[in-house]
Structure formats: C-alpha cells, structure tokens
C-alpha cells in the first residue's frame, strides 16, 4: 500500500511540475521588448501650401509700349507714368517705348512732352541728372490759364478723374489719405499744394490756387511738397 501511495505522489508531483513550466510567461523576444534608444519627435505633416506668387502689379504701375494715334484719348496720368514715358526710363527708352522724349538743348534732363502754347498747357518730364543713363524721376502738368475753363478741354487726368480744374474738396475726397503742404518756393514764391502718397517714394502733389488745381506734379521725392525751384533756368 505504502508503494502504491508513494507512486501516486510521485505522479501527482510530476504532474504538477510540467503544469507549472507550461503556464509560465515567456520571456519576450528581443524583436518585441520595448526599445530604450531615445527616437526624435516625428513633426506633423503638413501639405505644403503653394508657392506665393508676386504681389500683383497694380495696372497703373505697368508701361506697356504706347501707340500715339491722334484718335486715341488722352493720356491719364498715372502714378508712374505719362504715356508711354515711365519713370525709372532713360528719354531714349521712353522714346523707344512711344513718347518722344528729348532733353532739352540747355536743360538736358529736363523734356517737355506736350506744348500747346495757345492753351498754355505743358506736360514735361524730368529725370534725375542729365547724362544719358539718367532716369525719369518725376512729371509736371502746367496749366497758364484760368483753371476754372479747364473743364472745356480734354486733358490729362488720374484714374480718379482728378485733373486741372478739380476743386480742393474733389481732391480730399477722390484721396482719404491726402494732407496738405504749404511751402516757400525758392522761385516761385508760397505755394499750396494737396500731397496724395501713391508708392513708398512716390505721390501726387496737385497745387491749389483759389481753391482748385492749376498744376501736378508725379513721381518720386516730393512727398515734402515740390518740386521745388526753377526746373529749367534758361
């Protein structure tokens, strides 16, 4: 019996012993184990968005070749141009561009591109030195009537229908940026003008006489008020 009872325990024993080895947890693989290296931070991805394009022009800033046909209207004023002179051109490339531009025999950086001596009224551009290689920096409307009959004719005007004529109050509100200046002309005496920025260096200064325009000045560096001084000393 003793035998019989010691064979039992022997059985049970082992079987307890495989029961145990097959409900232990296996030890991980290495493939599976948690890594400890340290991993960079994965950034989002994002769709990358298109390349910006360049700002867009604005249609006054463009020089397009001009065609001078006596059928066409009258050529605007524009913040950078008259016709098809432009400013940052040398008078050969405006000329080649379709406005004859040519320096005056003794003022050689100054041309006047429209005369009518009847009418007394001039359009004349300037550049900034008078070499060759000199560039048009500014353009003066000069009007020797009465502004008041300005309206009869057709002249030149900005996109905002400001011309020779217009009054005072026409500028301040065709411009809400618009302030006025008042300076000493070294040779023309006090002067009055309503200044409208256009551009980082570039504006309108419309000269008021009894409360209305009588000439334009455009173009760079005379947001001071200007030009100032006799242009073309003969």
Not at 73 to 90: D, E, K, Q, Y
Not at 172 to 180: C, R
Not at 203 to 226: C, K, P, Q
Request: hydrophobic letters at 35%; glycine letters at 6%.
């Amino acid at each position: 019996m003793k035998t019989r009872h010691s064979a039992v325990v022997s059985a049970v024993l082992v079987m307890l012993l495989l029961t145990a080895c097959s409900t232990s947890p296996s030890v991980p693989s290495p493939s599976t184990s948690p890594s400890i290296t340290p991993t960079a931070t994965t950034a989002p991805v994002q769709t990358p968005s298109a390349t910006p394009s360049p700002t867009d022009v604005p249609a006054a800033l463009d020089c397009p070749p001009w065609t001078d046909d006596p059928d066409s209207a009258t050529p605007a004023i524009g913040v950078n141009r008259f016709a098809g002179a432009c400013l940052g051109m040398t008078f050969d490339e405006a000329t080649a561009n379709g406005t004859t531009v040519v320096g005056d025999e003794q003022c050689p950086w100054y041309s006047t591109i429209v005369a009518d001596d009847d009418l007394g009224y001039y359009v004349a551009a300037l550049k900034q030195g008078d070499g060759a290689s000199d560039t048009i920096s500014l353009f003066i409307l000069r009007w020797f009537s009465d502004p008041k009959t300005a309206k009869d004719y057709d002249l030149p005007a900005t996109p905002e229908g400001i011309t020779i004529g217009s009054t005072a109050d026409e500028v301040l509100s065709a411009y809400p940026t618009a302030h006025e200046v008042r300076f000493n002309d070294i040779a023309r005496g006090p002067r009055t003008q309503i200044v409208v920025p256009t551009g980082a260096t570039t504006t309108y200064n419309f000269d008021i006489t009894d409360l209305r325009v009588n000439e334009i000045s455009w173009g760079e560096n005379i947001s001071e008020g200007g030009p100032n001084g006799d242009l073309c000393a003969l």
